[in-house]
């Protein structure tokens, strides 16, 4: 074992008093946040030394799973199998939820109500969400506990981003009903969502749950907070003349997030490169020549819409050059090689619309926007929230708009966006 790895097995066993257990497997991975950062993780499973239940594929009764930060040393994940929690270290227990809450600020380093506050009240189990003085943030990140029948910790995990105070942007919420009346309306969206048990396909005005920024009243799609420097939002038709059917030869994609010591030690926290601008032209000429292989009689149907580089592959996300109304879409995505540019594989998500198929289609819609929006218009909701800015690296105060209703665009009712789903 690398002496780096044996370092931190030392230090988890001291934490945890694991005197009583062993250390049966072990295993590097990475994982990237919805910010672009990457982490290292090192998982290891202790086993209960007195157990006699073991086998290659189960881990025995008590067995402790623990993540930590490979850089550093912050427990991200402990899980006890079957809920049994036989370690002596102190761990918060489910009848002091104070107790619980100084614990996951220990072992976090976050404090609660300025970066993280408490979400449900219910039951011995605690979900805490990420926050700014008790604000919600977007992208998320959320921590829970969980206890057994005996009120000992059965579950610990942290999953997400969590707001650093420098990087706070701080200001008062002052978004008006004036200001924001003619921005809401504009996300209004007629959809055709497939209701299953009825078999039918049923026509909605709802609302896209956005945000507006506070200062400056711009209205930002979840998918452009989500988008990060490494992936490129394009809207490209895709053209060629003469193409003829021929075979491309594939290769399985590898979705594994092992990795190796000495990757973990050179990359701290460097997440996927953005594209050059010559990368980006390359891939585009690349799937171009790629679906005029398989798809030599679609020119001109396929639009790509985004590129997203992703460690050791770059994903090309194409969708039919047309408008359509149904919340689920076709959708190719062609899959690049990282080093060579060179596509080995696509996604298709045919199968999943065919599931669709005998559902019977939605008749026309016979309620008109400015109808639905004046219907709706009270039952939408614009709450503070702080949404991250991938570009100035700093969270900015935002007004969240949604709704749980939507009206059909049939007959003008309110309906449960819940129900539909």
Partial sequence: MHEKLQELVDFTKRKFSLDEFQLKRY??????????????IFNMEWFPTRSTDETDEF???GTVSIDVDFHTKRVKSLIFVDGINDLEAELPTSDAPEMA???VENETGLEFGRQFKLENTEGPDLIFLAAVDNIPVYPSGYIELEFNDEGKLSLFTMHGNFPDAEKVSWEPFALTETETKELVKNQLTLLEIPIVDEEKWQKVYTISSSFITNTTKEVLSYEEVETDPAHVLLNQALEWENAEPSEFPKKEIDQSTDASVEEALNNKVQGPEPLTDQEQNQVIRQVEAYLQHIKPEESGKWMLTSIQREDKYIYAVLRLNKPELRVITRKLTVVLETDTLQPINHID??????????LSSAPEATI???EAFDRLYKHIEISPIYVYDKINEEYILC?????A???DAVTGDLVEMEALN
Avoid: M, R, V
Wanted: proline share 5%; net charge negative; aromatic share 10%.
């Fill in 59 to 61: 881990n025995p009764p």
């Fill in 27 to 40: 295993q590097l991975f990475k994982e990237k946040d919805h910010n672009n950062e990457l982490s290292y």
């Fill in 101 to 103: 809450i100084e614990w």
């Fill in 399 to 403: 007004g969240k708009i949604d709704s």
């Fill in 405 to 407: 209703l939507a009206i």
């Fill in 349 to 358: 998500n045919q199968a999943l619309l065919d599931t669709f198929q005998e």
């Fill in 368 to 370: 008109t926007k400015d």
